[in-house]
């Protein structure tokens, strides 16, 4: 079993950094993938970037390219999501997830991914 732990989310304004984190313990060897997830007020849940290992490779929704920057930690075992110039839209609670490959290649689709964390929300606001 594969346990994910967010945190970092809060309140900032439009214009705004937060780093977002996610712990990662378990059963992570082997080829797998890990994203970043979120879902606003009203809304269902939507991929925001993933990544792949080995290869390192990573996928970012249109909305947020050149914005949010999704990273490992291997020594740490913590995935991070870098956000930058923060928009009201973005508001949300962000999940992150994991999945075993091959499963979760080439999607940032909601349904290809197994674990789950329990989410850190993020407000913009004024």
């Known amino acids: 079993q594969v346990t994910l732990v967010e945190s970092g989310g809060g309140s900032v304004q439009p214009g705004g950094f937060l780093r977002l984190s996610c712990e990662v313990s378990?059963?992570?060897?082997?080829?797998?993938?890990m994203g970043w997830f979120r879902q606003a007020t009203a809304k269902e849940r939507e991929g925001v970037a993933r990544?792949?290992?080995?290869?390192?490779?990573?996928y970012y929704v249109d909305s947020v390219k050149d914005r949010f920057t999704i990273s490992y930690d291997k020594a740490k075992t913590t995935l991070f999501l870098d956000m930058t110039s923060l928009k009201s839209e973005d508001s949300a609670i962000y999940y992150c997830?994991?999945?075993?490959?091959?499963?979760?290649?080439?999607?940032?689709?909601?349904?290809?991914?197994?674990?789950w964390g329990q989410g850190t929300p993020v407000t913009v606001s004024s």
């Open positions: 990544m792949t290992t080995p290869d390192g490779g990573t």
């Open positions: 997830a994991a999945a075993r490959r091959p499963n979760c290649i080439g999607t940032v689709a909601v349904g290809a991914f197994t674990y």
């Open positions: 378990g059963h992570t060897y082997g080829p797998y993938c």
